[in-house]
């Protein structure tokens, strides 16, 4: 038998009781130097621990969900060679001898700054949150107007662990496009291997253009030499517009819009809200039209079920559909850094007060860029209102995987056609872009008439 060490956590920065999310070994298996033992998951990082050698696994120390820091015990492996072998001669041949971490961390760090990554970032922060960990990726979600608000959410981004990434990298899949089978959606080597069968049989189904037809196929950008027609001025895009413009451009492409107008008479509703203020000068909290909103909306999403919702696709290319039995709702701000999107849960448990304290105490956080990533998690559905700013309509672009967004616009008076006269009526415009996937446009058309009523009569709302 040869010799047998302990592999431990190497250096992991910052991080501590990080939980193991995946174990990749298993008893018996054979493995090689690098080859990944587990995956760790901490609210910033996914962090690959690779087998810092060759050898035969003789015990795993750990299962998911366990919380590990530097030193915690993975596994015992009993080394293949400890003739020839360097980190077999680097360590104390008695049973179960320490492996060297030195050597782990050297190569931790070293796939953490090359070609094979072994951290992968899930924050959202500000550009100059650099964890203590190298990072290959950022995920970074808010928005550029003049479209629609993207919200930060690890969920957007395919988390998978490092050797199935470098395996997806190998087939050119790109890791997005697939919904994982593992713990919280993680990718699996497996998900990857059927969503290529999945494209090799469309494409035999299709014929022999058929990855023409999967993709754009579209003309290039017109370059144009601009200096030619007059002086400029040049300004590069923030990182946040940027990685924004990203997602934009995937939801606008991926997601067959289309956008349903509609309008409220907000006129009580308007003369409740005054009262209402008038009322809770002392609380200190101004109710806005917005928080009405919401809670109308939650009466109208409970009606409309498949508003709440998500498509999602299985390791076998099979959609289904998602319905949130919970009602977390996203709100677009407008920052000088941009558009964020933070999000009030539990929208239907709260009154209206609570819902303008938090849509207050959010939108000064999101202007003073102190949201906290999950702050901006985990939204149904997604609210954008430019009723303060004015306008009459605009077609908002999906925040994916949400199926529908409902931009506001800025109530004005109009003339109303009631009981043989025109009366003036405080008219709120909507525009609620869906989509067509999920949503056929006559059930959008109840759900705009549907919130258009409730908020004409807000008792609805208590129904
Ligand atoms: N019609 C008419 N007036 C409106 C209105 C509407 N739909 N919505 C708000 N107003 C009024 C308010 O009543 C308030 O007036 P008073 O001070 O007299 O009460 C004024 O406009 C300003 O409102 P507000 O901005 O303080 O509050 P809000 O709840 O309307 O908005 C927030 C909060 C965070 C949504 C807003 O500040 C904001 O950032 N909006 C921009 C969002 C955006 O850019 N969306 C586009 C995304 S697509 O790229």
């Known amino acids: 038998m040869g010799e047998l060490k302990t592999v431990r956590i190497p250096d992991i920065g910052d991080f501590s009781d990080v939980p193991v999310i995946e174990v990749f070994v298993q008893n018996g298996n054979q493995i090689n130097a690098e080859d990944s033992l587990i995956a760790l998951e901490s609210d910033k990082a996914t962090i690959d621990i690779p087998a810092p050698f060759t050898g035969m696994i003789r015990e795993i120390k750990v299962k998911p969900g366990d919380k590990v820091s ?3 015990p993975i596994a015992v492996i009993e080394i293949a060679d400890t003739g020839g072998n360097a980190d077999a001669e680097s360590v104390s041949r008695k049973p ?36 203590a960990i190298e990072t290959e990726e950022k995920l970074i979600y808010p928005v550029s107007p003049p479209i629609s608000p993207v919200v930060v959410d690890a969920s957007i981004k395919a988390h998978a662990g490092p050797s199935v990434r470098r395996f997806a990298r190998e087939l050119g899949v790109n890791l997005d496009l697939i919904t994982g089978s593992g713990p919280k959606h993680r990718v699996l080597k497996e998900d990857v291997q059927a969503f290529v069968k999945a494209g090799f049989s469309r494409m035999r189904t299709n ?7 999967m993709g754009l196929d579209l003309l290039p950008w017109p370059r144009v030499d601009f200096a030619r027609y007059g002086p400029l001025e040049i300004k590069s895009l923030s990182r946040i517009k940027q990685i924004a413009g990203a997602n934009l451009h995937r939801n606008w492409v991926m997601i067959p819009h289309v956008t349903q107008f509609d309008e409220a008479d907000i006129t009580d509703l308007e003369a409740l809200r005054k009262e209402s203020n008038a009322a809770e000068k002392q609380a200190a909290v101004k109710l806005t039209l917005l928080s009405f909103l919401m809670k109308a909306l939650i009466a109208s999403l409970k009606k409309f079920p498949e508003f709440n919702a998500s498509l999602d696709k299985n390791a076998n290319g099979e959609t289904n559909l998602i319905i949130k039995r919970y009602y977390h709702i996203g709100f677009a701000v ?21 819902i303008a304290r938090e849509l207050s105490e959010l939108s000064v956080l999101a202007r003073e860029g102190k949201l906290k990533p999950e702050q901006m ?9 430019l009723g303060g700013i004015g306008g009459t309509a605009f077609t908002p672009i999906i925040n994916a995987p949400e199926v529908a967004i409902l931009g506001v616009s800025k109530a004005d008076y109009k003339p109303v056609y009631r009981d043989g006269q025109f009366v003036p009526r405080l008219i709120l415009p909507l525009s609620l872009s869906y989509d067509h996937r999920v949503i056929d446009g006559a059930a959008a058309a109840r759900f705009t008439s549907h919130l258009a009523e409730v908020l004409t009569d807000m008792r609805l709302a208590l129904l």
């Open 70 to 72: 530097e030193g915690s």
């Open 96 to 131: 179960d001898s320490e492996a060297d971490s030195t050597e782990q961390n050297k190569r931790i760090k070293e796939t953490a700054s090359g070609n094979a990554p072994r951290v992968i970032s899930h924050t959202a922060q500000n550009e100059s949150d650099k964890g």
């Open 207 to 213: 014929g022999k253009n058929a990855s023409v037809d």
């Open 334 to 354: 407008d920052t000088i850094n941009g558009l964020v999107v933070p999000v009030i849960r539990d929208v239907d448990q709260k009154g209206v007060v609570a």
């Open 377 to 385: 998690q985990g939204a149904g559905f997604t609210i954008s209102s």
